[in-house]
């Protein structure tokens, strides 16, 4: 599976984006999908997954202003980020995960647990 995230760019405070991962060379939809974003210096963190069946489950950081959907047909998850923030700034990657394991953020948020990974996308929020 070859995973390619775009949509990352620079935004001011308040600003949104929506970021896009494109899947191809596997049945995208036996898959549960996982966002992470990684800042300069810091580890790699959970930002939101959405199941094979569309189940969703957000950090507790992004939870209300981020949404997480997918589109089978075109092997694509999408990330809409909204009221972002100096914080958000990071490399943002998606993520593959088989659709048989339980759909739980302790699965979920787990970054060595994944299949693969596409390239990440920057996003840059100015303050």
């Known amino acids: 599976v070859q995973l390619q995230a775009s949509g990352g760019g620079l935004v001011q405070t308040g600003g949104s984006l929506r970021l896009s991962c494109a899947a191809s060379?596997?049945?995208?939809?036996?898959?549960?999908m996982g966002w992470f974003r990684q800042a300069p210096g810091k580890e790699r963190e959970f930002v939101a997954a959405?199941?094979?069946?569309?189940?969703?489950l957000y950090s507790e950081v992004v939870r209300g202003r981020f949404t997480v959907s997918r589109d089978n047909a075109k092997n694509s998850v999408y990330l809409q980020m909204n009221s972002l923030k100096p914080e958000d700034t990071a490399v943002y990657s998606c993520?593959?995960?088989?659709?048989?394991?339980?759909?739980?953020?302790?699965?979920?948020?787990?970054?060595?647990?994944?299949?693969?990974w596409g390239q990440g996308t920057l996003v840059t929020v100015s303050s």
């Open positions: 959405i199941s094979r069946f569309r189940r969703e």
């Open positions: 060379g596997g049945t995208f939809s036996n898959y549960h």
């Open positions: 993520g593959t995960k088989i659709g048989s394991v339980n759909f739980s953020m302790l699965n979920m948020a787990n970054p060595s647990t994944y299949g693969y």
